[in-house]
Nanobody, 125 residues
Framework: QVQLVESGGGLVQTGGSLRLSCAVS????????MGWFRQAPGKEREFLGA????????YYVDPVKGRFTISRDNSKNMVYLQMSVLKPEDTAVYYCAAKPGTFVIPMTTREYDYWGQGTQVSVSS
């Protein structure tokens, strides 16, 4: 059984930083694309970025490009989302997701097979 568990969320002031972690169990993250999403109250879950299973290529959407960085540690089966210069509009529940074995980095919720339970990030103004 594949499980993803996010951690590291919390309350931070505008301009601050947080690092979210995603611990994966039940399968190796090698050859698995790992994505990060967020969902604010009353809004749809949105894709933030992902890191490829092979080669570690990263992709980010424009609102977070240059502020967020995704990394992975295959030896620990962990994925990270480093967030900096946080803004109030970054307030949301953040989710990691996994998609084994494809060539193209998935960018939509329906393409990912496994999800964590989410961790709350709140940015105060």
């Amino acid at each position: 059984q594949v499980q993803l568990v996010e951690s590291g969320g919390g309350l931070v002031q505008t301009g601050g930083s947080l690092r979210l972690s995603c611990a994966v169990s039940g399968r190796t993250i090698t050859n698995t694309h790992m994505g990060w999403f967020r969902q604010a109250p009353g809004k749809e879950r949105e894709f933030l970025g992902a890191i490829s299973g092979i080669g570690g290529r990263t992709y980010y959407v424009d609102p977070v490009k240059g502020r967020f960085t995704i990394s992975r540690d295959n030896s620990k089966n962990m994925v990270y989302l480093q967030m900096s210069v946080l803004k109030p509009e970054d307030t949301a529940v953040y989710y990691c997701a996994a998609k084994p074995g494809t060539f193209v980095i998935p960018m939509t919720t329906r393409e990912y097979d496994y999800w964590g339970q989410g961790t709350q990030v709140s940015v105060s103004s």
